[in-house]
T-cell receptor, first 115, second 115 residues
Framework: DQQVKQNSPSLSVQEGRISILNCDYTNSMFDYFLWYKKYPAEGPTFLISISSIKDKNEDGRFTVFLNKSAKHLSLHIVPSQPGDSAVYFC??????????????FGPGTRLSVLP | GAGVSQSPSNKVTEKGKDVELRCDPISGHTALYWYRQSLGQGLEFLIY????????KSGLPSDRFSAERTGGSVSTLTIQRTQQEDSAVYLCASSLERLAKNIQYFGAGTRLSVL
């Protein structure tokens, strides 16, 4: 059973518009969440994170929203740029005695930003 | 090196052969992780090391898979008697320590093709 779900395998957005990538999780022990971006033939790179004590974290064009009651988080990219075209992975972990579980990754969403 | 280095970048092998995949983590990173990404799938956790020890081997898919890490640095993932279903991209990541909030830095991966 997938603990981290990204139900949209792909998403296409026009350049300049907002991209919204969604992630749902089932494990209520998860309290730290990250988004990674992956270009073809490269490893995933860290994008932005959020702790469960917050409901929003912003870094430039990227904002992550966390809804703990719904066990849902989303990544907003605005404005979207063609260079944002990549696969985005949501990941979650639980802080147990400060040594968390390994990160659990979702299956990824492929974002295509059209010029 | 500045980042996580994996070799080879591509490996084609015949069914039944053994393969070794290598990972050089970022200098000073004590935690090292192996993941697998099969076609169209998310990142599947395989094993992690804290120093040279591997407390959690739960993700290894079968006893044909093994990994070791020496000197707290380089790690080798070995797959014996490879099968076609082993074909995937094998990703290595490292982090400063195995703490829930430590970002994992990924290598570019080894693409394994078993014919």
């Amino acid at each position: 059973d997938q603990q981290v779900k990204q139900n949209s395998p792909s998403l296409s957005v026009q350049e300049g518009r907002i991209s919204i990538l969604n992630c749902d999780y089932t494990n209520s022990m998860f309290d730290y969440f990250l988004w990674y971006k992956k270009y073809p033939a490269e490893g995933p790179t860290f994008l932005i994170s959020i702790s469960s004590i917050k409901d929003k974290n912003e870094d430039g064009r990227f904002t992550v929203f966390l809804n703990k009651s719904a066990k849902h988080l989303s990544l907003h990219i605005v404005p979207s740029q063609p260079g944002d075209s990549a696969v985005y992975f949501c990941a979650a972990s639980a802080s147990v005695d400060n040594y968390g579980q390994n990160f659990v990754f979702g299956p990824g969403t492929r974002l295509s930003v059209l010029p | 090196g500045a980042g996580v280095s994996q070799s080879p970048s591509n490996k084609v092998t015949e069914k039944g052969k053994d393969v070794e995949l290598r990972c050089d983590p970022i200098s000073g990173h004590t935690a090292l992780y192996w993941y697998r990404q099969s076609l169209g799938q998310g990142l599947e956790f395989l094993i992690y090391f804290q120093g040279n020890s591997a407390p959690d081997k739960s993700g290894l898919p079968s006893d044909r898979f093994s990994a070791e890490r020496t000197g707290g640095s380089v790690s080798t993932l070995t797959i014996q008697r490879t099968q076609q279903e082993d074909s995937a991209v094998y990703l290595c990541a490292s982090s400063l320590e195995r703490l829930a909030k430590n970002i994992q830095y990924f290598g570019a991966g080894t693409r394994l093709s078993v014919l």
